[in-house]
């Protein structure tokens, strides 16, 4: 008799114990196809944001060897035998693309939003997640870099200002007569004679070049094994 009240004691827990194993796997899966849908939000949300970032890196390279172009460009005013044959319009067209900064801006609120939420976990493919947990390290030697090439357009551009007329740069660009003031060079050919403007632009087209060909081609890889992964995985 007691031995039959024990089984069927011993079988209830087993049964109990079989149940809750059961929810357990239960809430396991509902647990698991709830990450896989937020990773899967994630994913497309990533794809997005770094497909915008690696369009926004190409035109900033694009600009960027523009600005190389024009560097060179400039770089044979300074022999004289050239700069006797140009105009001041034509000085002011050489000089006028230093006006411009490039700089990289990308996004990254998504991918910041995963990081501090502490929801990288959740993207399943290891590679990617040490990708993405990398990327900032990756634009921070971008700004770095930029930093310096900031530096040495500020150091043309002062030049420029000390020796030169940005009034008598603008009117030939607009094709109007000079203003009247006391102060003022005759011309800006002069800026031309200048050593100190010739390092500078040198070493700024030389960093100009390296920022593009290292710094922003590497990031641009980066960009597209990125994007390369989130695709295998959304697949």
């Given at each position: ?21 059961i929810?357990?796997?239960i ?11 937020a ?17 926004s ?14 560097l060179?460009?400039l ?21 006028n693309?230093?006006?411009k ?9 998504v ?8 929801n ?14 990398s ?5 921070e ?21 000390q ?12 094709n ?33 070049q ?8 590497s ?17």
């Amino acid at each position: 008799m007691f031995s039959r009240y024990f089984l069927y004691a011993v079988g209830e827990i087993v049964l109990v114990v079989i149940g809750i194993l059961i929810a357990l796997q239960i809430d396991n899966w509902n647990s698991e196809k709830k990450d896989l849908r937020a990773e899967r939000v994630y994913l497309n949300s990533l794809k997005t944001e770094f497909s915008n970032n690696l369009n926004s890196l190409e035109n900033t390279i694009k600009e960027n060897e523009y600005l190389i172009e024009a560097l060179e460009k400039l770089g044979i005013l300074f022999n004289p035998d050239t700069l006797k044959t140009i105009s001041e319009r034509e000085v002011a067209l050489f000089l006028n693309p230093l006006g411009k900064e490039v700089v990289y801006f990308p996004s990254k609120g998504v991918m910041t939003d995963i990081i501090s939420s502490g929801n990288l976990k959740l993207i399943q493919n290891n590679a990617l997640r040490q990708k993405i947990a990398s990327f900032d390290n990756a634009l921070e030697r971008i700004e770095n870099q930029e930093r310096v090439t900031s530096d040495l357009r500020s150091n043309i551009m002062q030049i420029t200002s000390q020796n030169g007329s940005f009034s008598i740069m603008f009117a030939a660009l607009d094709n109007r007569p000079k203003d009247k003031l006391k102060f003022r060079p005759k011309s800006n050919k002069q800026l031309f004679k200048s050593l100190e403007l010739e390092n500078n632009l040198v070493l700024y087209k030389r960093v100009t070049q390296t920022t593009n060909s290292f710094f922003y081609g590497s990031l641009k890889k980066d960009i597209e094994e990125i994007l390369e992964m989130i695709e295998q995985e959304l697949n």
